[in-house]
C-alpha cells in the first residue's frame, strides 16, 4: 500500500514527505521508499512560527491563522512527493508549537482537512494526544517504529534521530518492541544552528558538514556549565524541546559566548550535543552499542566523530546503512504509524513514554475510509 508520510520538527528546515510503500510482514513491516522531498518553508511562514514559539508569545488568532497555512502548506508537499501517484492514505505529525512531557501537554498544528482537501484521501493526524491522555510524554513516538524497523535479533542498537532535539531508541538484542527505551537526550542542532544564524547574520543557517566546529576548540568551562542544566540529569521517561533549548538558553550563556570565535562557539555547542547523547546512552548501559543515525544531524560529520569518540570508537553510521535516507526516515516513520493507526494497532511504548499502558494513536479525516480499512485488513491477514 502506498502512503505519504508528512514530517517538519523542531529545527524549521521544512517538510519532510515521503512517499512509501508499506507492507505488513509478520509483526512488522517491509517499506520501499518510493520518493523523498524536503520542502523549505517559506521564509515569511517560517518567520511567523518563530514569531508563535517559544520564547515569544503567541496569540490564539496568530495560531488559528498558522493552522490553516500549515495545513496548506503540508498539501503542498504531499501533492509534490505524490506526482501522479494516489496515496492510499497520509499521515502528518504536524508542527509542534507546545510541548510539556511532564505536564502531558502537548500541541501539534496543520489542517488535516486541507491535506485530505488536496489529496483525496484519508489523512491520519495528532498522533501525540492519545499517549498524553493516557498519562504519557508524548513522546518519543518513534521508538515504536524504530523497533518495529531495525531491532536485530544478535546485537545491540541504538536509533539516535538528530534533528532541533536529539531522540535516541535503544534496543536490546532480540528484545520485543515493548521493550524498547526511548527518551529525548537534549539538543542535536537547534542551538548549533540558532548560534551560527547569529553569528552569520543569517547568511548561513546550520553548520554545513560539521565545518565551523571542526576548525574550533571547545570551551570546557562553558561546556561544563551548559552540562549542569537539570534536563541533563533527569531519568527517562523524558521529553524536551524549543521550551527548554531555544533561543533562552544561549541567552543565558550570552557573555561567555560573546567572548568566542564562530568556531570555538561552534565546537564548544557541538560538544554539548555529543556529550549529552553519549552521557545518557553510557547511563542507560547501552555503551558500545551499534549506533545509527538520522536526521540533518546525521550530515554533521564533526558531531558524528565527537560521538563516536564520546562512545569510546563504537560502530556510529547514517541509517543509510539501513536502506533508509537519514532526512526521510522520521517522515517514514510516521506513515507506518498512520498504518498501526488504520489497523487499530498501539503505537506508542509506555515504557518510553510514560503512558499508563499501550494506546492507538492518531485522529483520522476520513475519506472513503470503508474501503481503505478493508484493503488494510486483507493486507494485514496475508502477511
Known amino acids: 500500500m502506498l502512503a505519504i508520510g508528512l514530517m517538519s520538527g523542531t529545527s524549521l528546515d521544512g517538510i519532510d514527505a515521503a512517499l512509501v510503500e508499506i507492507r505488513p510482514r509478520c509483526d512488522g513491516y517491509a517499506i520501499a521508499l518510493q520518493r523523498f522531498e524536503c520542502i523549505p518553508f517559506q521564509a515569511h511562514l517560517r518567520d511567523e512560527l518563530l514569531a508563535l514559539l517559544p520564547p515569544n508569545e503567541g496569540s490564539v488568532e496568530r495560531l488559528a491563522h498558522l493552522h490553516k497555512k500549515l495545513g496548506e502548506a503540508y498539501a503542498r508537499a ?61 513522546a518519543p513516538l518513534v521508538a515504536h517504529v524504530d523497533a518495529l524497523l531495525l531491532r536485530d535479533e544478535r546485537e545491540d542498537r541504538i536509533v539516535l534521530n538528530l534533528g532541533g532535539i536529539a531522540n535516541v531508541t535503544l534496543l536490546r538484542a532480540g528484545a520485543p518492541v515493548q521493550e524498547a527505551i526511548a527518551f529525548d537526550t537534549g539538543p542535536a542542532n537547534m542551538l548549533l544552528d540558532r548560534f551560527v544564524a547569529e553569528r552569520t547574520g543569517g547568511a548561513a543557517t546550520f553548520d554545513r558538514d560539521g565545518a565551523l566546529a571542526a576548525a574550533g576548540r571547545v570551551d570546557e568551562a562553558l561546556l561544563a556549565a551548559m552540562l549542569r542544566d537539570e534536563y541533563f540529569a533527569a531519568s527517562p521517561p ?44 553510557v547511563q542507560a548501559g547501552f555503551a558500545g552499542a551499534r549506533t545509527i543515525v538520522s536526521g540533518g544531524g546525521a550530515r554533521n560529520r564533526t558531531l558524528l566523530a565527537r560521538l563516536a569518540a564520546r562512545l569510546d570508537g563504537a560502530r556510529v553510521e547514517t541509517t543509510d546503512a539501513m536502506g533508509i535516507p537519514p532526512d526521510a526516515k522520521e517522515a517514514i516513520a510516521f506513515a507506518v504509524l498512520g498504518y498501526e493507526t488504520l489497523r487499530g494497532r498501539a503505537g506508542n511504548v509506555p515504557a518510553a513514554t510514560g503512558a499508563r499502558h499501550p494506546a492507538v494513536l492518531g485522529a483520522i479525516a476520513p475519506y472513503e475510509l470503508p474501503a481503505l480499512l478493508d484493503a488494510i485488513a486483507r493486507e494485514s491477514t496475508a502477511s
Open 238 to 281: 523524558k521529553t524536551t524541546g524549543r521550551e527548554r533549548f531555544g533561543s533562552h538558553f544561549l541567552a543565558r550563556y550570552a557573555g561567555e559566548l560573546a567572548r568566542l570565535s564562530t568556531q570555538d562557539g561552534a565546537a564548544t555547542l557541538t560538544e554539548l550535543s555529543a556529550a549529552s547523547i553519549a552521557q545518557s546512552v
Open 78 to 138: 504531499a501533492r509534490t512527493v505524490a506526482e501522479s501517484t494516489q496515496p492510499a492514505f497520509v499521515a502528518s505529525h504536524g508542527q509542534t508549537v507546545w510541548h510539556d512531557g511532564a505536564a502531558n501537554v502537548t500541541l501539534q498544528i496543520g489542517d488535516a482537512f486541507a491535506i485530505r482537501e488536496a489529496l483525496h484521501a484519508t489523512v491520519c493526524y495528532d498522533f501525540r494526544s492519545a499517549d498524553t491522555a493516557a498519562g504519557g510524554h508524548g
